[in-house]
Each structure stands twice: as C-alpha cells, then as structure tokens.
C-alpha cells in the first residue's frame, strides 16, 4: 500500500510537466492517463475543443485545449492553471469575441445583403409590376430588403454637461410613440441613476446629431420598468417602476417629460410629479384603452395592482407567481401578464378582484416570462421567455402559431420590440447580438453583432422606428450600449421605386397570418 501511495505521489509531482513540453511529449503523457482522470477532465472541455482539434489536424487530448495560433496544447482546470489560468468560460468568450469581429468587419464590407434567396430589388419590382405581389407583400418586402441595408453610424449627442457622456453608461432607452424623442435611464458613475430625455429631431444624414435634455431628478434604486404615460396629453409621462432599498421602499414615479429642460416651450408648465407607494414592483404598463382612462398597472410579487391616477382607487388581483411583464389591450379592456413561472393571463378588468371569473386567458411557456406584447386587432400575443424561445400565440384557439428561432437567453429580463406596419420582430440576446424577424414567416432577416464587446454588463438596448425624429423621418434602428449611441438607418442601394411602396404602405394594412 505505501509503495503504491508513494506511486501515485511521484505522478501528481510530475503533472505540471506537461505545460512546459512538446506537442510529441504531451502525447505520450496524456494516453497514460487514469481513467478517473480522464473522466474529470472530459467534463470541462467545451464543445469547441474538437473541431478546433480537427480543424488543426491535432488529436483531442481529454483535459488539454489545442490553441491553433500558437500551435501548442494547454492544461485546462475548473478554475486555475498556475502559469496559464484557462477556464471553459474564458476560451468561449474568446471565440465569442473573434466571431463577433468577423460578423463586424463583414456588416462594413458587404452593404448588399440577401434576406430571401431570390428576391433582391429588381425581383420585388418586377414582380411587383406584373402584378404577382399584392400592396401588403410589396410593401413588407421592401422593408425586408432595406433592414438587410441598414448602415451603422455613430450618434454624436450633443449636453450642457459634456464630461458625463463619456462616463455615463446607457442602462435603458426608450423612444415616445411619435419617436422624436428617446427616454433614456444612465447610470452614473459615483452609483446611482440618471434619467434624460433625447430629442431626435436633428437625427439625419450625414451629421447624425441630437441632444440630451437633462434634470436634476437621480435615484440610487434600480429601474424595473418603464414606459410612456399619456396623462394630459399623449406621451406627457414616464412611468417608472423602482425596487425599494434598505428603509425606503419602492414605488411607482410618473415623471413629468416637461421637467426635462428643452423639452417644454412656449407657455407649457412643467407637469406635477406623482409617486405612488408600491413596494417590490417588477413591471409596470400604462393603459392606452379608453375603456380604462388614466389607469396603471404595476406586477408585483404574487399579485397584480391596478391603479388609478386621477381618483387614487386601487384594485388587486392575486397570481400565484411574480408578475414580470405586462402589457394592456388596445381595444377590449383586458390586462396581459407574464409570469416568473412561465404563465401568461389576462384579466377582465371588468370583473371585481373578488370574483372567480377575471382570468380570461392561460398559456403557458417552460421557462419565466420576459416579455408579452398585444397586437392591434388583440387576436394575437407575442411572448418570450428566459429560455430565449420566442413565440406567437393566437389567443382564440390559446395555441402557438410560430416561433422565432435565434434568440439567447438564459436569465435576463430582455424585452421585444414589435412592428406590426413593417412586418418586423426585433430582439435583443444575452448574446448581445440584435436579431430581426419577418412577423409573416418567422424568418430570420438579419443579425447585428455589438459595436462593443460582449458581457453581461454591455447588453445593448434599441430601438425601432419607421419615422425616426418625428412624421419626416426616415426608418432605422437606434442602438445604446457603453456610453455610445448608433443609428442603424435605411440605406439608398434600393431602387426609388421602392420608397413609392413606403407610401403606399399607409394604406395597407399588414398582418401577420
């Protein structure tokens, strides 16, 4: 027994060896591995090990990674490896890295793009002429094939305090229904919150210039949620859902637009700041339905509160999980809500709270819920999840009629973004890549990597707008990640013809079936 122990002693002295030598040598060294071994460290090689080993011509060595630029083996442990510390999470984010500079450096070189194997400009034209497409088609193809276009170009934001664009990092943007302006959430260095609000009236080819409009509101809470409030007029708040911290606890903010100096003029006064005590709110949504006037909706833990701003009457309603994301009909007076425990509901605002019958619908998804949004005519509802699956549901029958396929997300709360008038689903990944559907088909239109590199703390924010700045703008899609905003706007490589269909495309109405 002590001469085997002393055995076994001699070869874990020996190990670290492997580091310093050759490819022959380390050959020899690693078949003579145990089997227990072996087996622990098969567990830690990534998936990408092998076909970087085929790709390399090297043989797969179990617990060693093959790095083909410099042509060599090294060890990998969970955690450490002395000299050469190598973790599964380090290599993955290092292939993650080279693959989005790759795509980078292809979306500035390649400006033509295919969506659809046969359809460039000239087809959709021609087919358009012969009289094979109808309004709807011609009209979402064409925005199809300019998403494939769409060129990126840095924002210049113009501020009264130039140094904090450069150290305020973007948490949160959020365009008003007119999109010419662009609620933005920061966070400030020293820790904390910044609230601001962009006027993109000035965002144009080629200078790309808008302006931060700032106030002196902070907050060192976090923002769960937010959206447009329309109180006096359309857009005239923000609604702000924010977590509680130490003694004081949460709430809901409906922030006056008109605070934020510049974005008032003439006779406008600012607008009165209300604050409702809402301890441990998640989501938040305002009503846009005429049915339910001056009414928000704030999902907590377990239980979903309805709230009037005008007369302060409040109702509950009790779930039986967190409520994350919510969102409102636009014709019938009914409330959607995504759960932590992956299931979507709506109540019959039209029920008291205490009847049984104020659940009007159940689906349900695998994993927690992100993100729920209503179409126009309600008969459908887009939802995602933390388990990246993307999924449209037809709220007649309760069943899913499609899914979108490409999304990445294991835990975050990412939302969805979606155009009905364009036929467009934008979306952004725990990858930090920007994915673009067709709303007709589910196909994948197109893939945008991050300027910046890829963490958790860089995930970008966007979004979309056929009319960026206001009724004359053009269509693109805003980016915040860093301290940087891009616009990714229409390019001009399509015919003129095609910004006839744009015109035309206020006539048609588009669906999704």
Request: aromatic share 8%.
């Amino acid at each position: 027994m002590g001469r085997s122990r002393r055995r076994r002693e001699r070869s874990h002295q020996q190990s670290p060896a492997l580091e310093q030598s050759g490819p022959s040598e380390r050959d020899t060294a690693g078949t003579s591995q145990s089997p227990q071994d072996s087996g622990h460290h098969d567990a830690e090689v990534p998936s990408t090990s092998s076909s970087r080993a085929e790709e390399s011509s090297a043989p797969e060595l179990p617990g060693f990674y093959f790095d083909p630029e410099k042509n060599r083996y090294f060890r990998l442990l969970p955690g450490h490896n002395n000299c050469n510390p190598l973790t599964k999470e380090a290599i993955c984010h290092k292939e993650m890295e080279s693959r989005r500079l790759q795509l980078l450096d292809q979306e500035d070189k390649q400006r033509k793009k295919m969506t659809r194997m046969g359809f460039n400009a000239s087809s959709i034209l021609r087919k358009n002429q012969l009289g094979l497409l109808s309004i709807t088609s011609y009209c979402r193809l064409s925005h199809e094939l300019r998403v494939s276009g769409m060129e990126r170009k840095k924002v210049d934001i113009q501020s009264s305090d130039p140094s904090a664009l450069g150290s305020d990092r973007f948490n949160f943007i959020l365009a008003d229904t007119s999109s010419d302006r662009l609620f933005t959430v920061n966070d400030v260095k020293i820790g904390g919150s910044k609230y601001g609000i962009i006027n993109l009236q000035g965002l144009q080819a080629p200078t790309f210039t808008v302006h931060m409009h700032e106030n002196l509101y902070f907050t060192n809470r976090k923002v769960n949620s937010v959206c447009w409030a329309s109180l006096s007029h359309l857009d005239s708040h923000i609604l702000l859902c924010l977590m509680g911290l130490a003694e004081t606890p949460g709430c809901a903010t409906l922030l006056p637009a008109s605070l934020f100096v510049g974005t008032h003029q003439g006779t406008d006064q600012p607008g009165m700041l209300c604050s409702f005590r809402i301890p441990g709110a998640w989501s938040c949504a305002w009503s846009q339905n005429t049915q339910i006037d001056n009414c928000f909706s704030t999902g907590l833990s377990r239980r979903v509160l309805l709230t009037n701003v005008v007369t302060g009457h409040r109702q509950s309603y009790g779930t039986s999980s967190d409520v994350l994301t919510q969102q409102f009909a636009m014709k019938t007076p009914l409330l959607f809500n995504g759960c932590r425990s992956g299931e979507i509901f709506a109540i019959d605002l039209r029920s008291p709270s205490q009847a049984k019958s104020w659940k009007a619908t159940h689906i349900f998804h695998e994993s927690a819920v992100t993100s729920v949004r209503v179409l126009k005519e309600d008969q459908y509802l887009m939802a995602s999840d933390m388990a990246g699956k993307i999924k449209l549901w037809d709220l007649r029958a309760t069943k899913c009629v499609r899914q979108y396929e490409g999304h990445v997300n294991e835990y975050a709360y990412l939302p969805l973004h979606v155009h009905e008038e364009e036929g467009l689903l934008v979306a952004v990944g725990q990858d930090c890549y920007t994915r673009i559907w067709s709303l007709h088909d589910a196909q994948l239109l197109r893939t945008i990597p991050s300027p910046c590199p890829t963490s958790k703390a860089n995930i970008p924010s966007v979004a979309f707008s056929p009319r960026l700045g206001g009724a004359r703008g053009s269509p693109g899609l805003l980016m915040a990640v860093q301290q940087d905003l891009y616009c990714f706007s229409y390019s001009s490589f399509c015919p003129s013809d095609l910004e006839e269909g744009r015109m035309e495309e206020t006539a048609a109405s588009v669906t999704v079936t």
